[in-house]
């Protein structure tokens, strides 16, 4: 096809098969790096020119196998692009740009959208309101912020995803215990204020360094929750043109701006603290939502944000023009649970708001839309305290041994 691309797609994670779909639907070569133990998930192999394995799972991929191995590649074909589909892949990704000199988010970047203290950092530097937070560098200075800032606080990895390895902590004692059990590694932390408040995200699109599109919803029960303690996760969109809806897309914008995301999809979260009500900056990633939250989106506004951002990298790579689908304001709303069932049977469930069931085994998980927020918030609570009572298993939170 006259102007195809060549696109190799990373994911150490099965995900993207919209994205991956949509990009050879526009005329392109794509290829795909995935793990080995992924060879069995129903990639979209139609839509795949061809599929490379490495082995191990994110953290175990040796990255000079993977830059030998693409850099083998090119030798006979010409690639334009390489996009990363899941948070773990952004540092490949990268590291690959920088090695092969092909166009997108460098190291640098790539830092602002990974690792959470380059994200304080950087957001502190733009004038973006965070919860006061410390490296656990020097003890000196921890002892300090200890003196200066109330406890609770929270010791998160820097460049896990989510909530993954979050640790809350309300005193001194039980702090520096944390911190010495976490030997060498402890650099690999960082120490923050705890603030009681909601929890919100934005999903958005970008291109050439603009928000062309971008939704508010609100967490009712947060991921560090759901990750700590279980339940059901729940989350809602924000009435449109609020004062909330308002104040987080004009955060959302300064951050996706100061921390230098040219194209692409974004996943931004903020907290309103529930004692002042002002919105802070917790944390960004240049993807799309995991959680299902992209098919909550879609319900909502008639975006699909893997395909858009499929066609926004096509126009990017091929320097011609995008449009945005036009973009429906409707609600919609989200509840997911593990399930003590490998398969649950939600046929009691008849609404007909009803959009999306997960079809994950041991996942419980709803989707709903309606042109009224009363309705979504109405359901969510009445589907999350049914799959309390009949389906939701709770697991103990795994103790993370590897750090990205």
Known sequence: MENAKTFVCISNYFKGTDFIIQLKK???????????????????????????????????????????????????????????????????????????????????????????????????????????????????????????????????????????????????????????????????YLLEQFIPGDVYHCDSLLLDNKVLFSISSKYLATPMEISQGGGVFRSVTVPYNSEDDIEIKKVNQAVLKAFGLKQGAAHTEFIKCRESGKIHFLETSSRVGGAHLAEMVEAASDINLWKEWAVIEDAFVKEKKYNLPKVRKEYAGIVLSLSKFQNPDLTSFTDTEICFRVPLDFHAGLIVKSDKNERILELVKDYSQRLITDYTAVLEQNKITHLH
């Not at 040796?62 to 590649?73: F, K, Q, S, T």
């Open 26 to 188: 526009l005329g392109n070569t794509v290829y795909l790096v995935t793990s080995e133990k992924l060879k069995d998930k129903p990639w979209p192999k139609d839509s795949i020119d061809e599929i490379f394995y490495m082995q191990g799972l994110d953290v175990e991929w040796n990255l000079e196998h993977l830059l030998l191995g693409i850099g083998n590649l090119m030798k006979s074909h010409k690639i334009d692009a390489i996009v990363a589909l899941d948070d773990y892949d952004v540092e490949k990704v990268a590291y690959l740009r920088e090695n092969l000199r092909i166009d997108g988010m460098g190291q640098t970047t790539a830092r602002h959208f990974r690792d959470k203290l380059a994200m304080r950092m950087k957001a502190q530097s733009a004038g973006i309101s965070i919860p006061a937070f410390c490296s656990l560098f020097n003890d000196q200075e921890i002892t300090v912020f200890t003196d200066t800032v109330p406890e609770p606080w929270v010791l998160k990895p820097r460049s896990e995803a989510s909530s993954s390895g979050i640790i809350k902590v309300s005193n001194k004692e039980n702090l520096w215990n944390h911190i010495n059990e976490l030997g060498d590694n402890r650099f690999k």
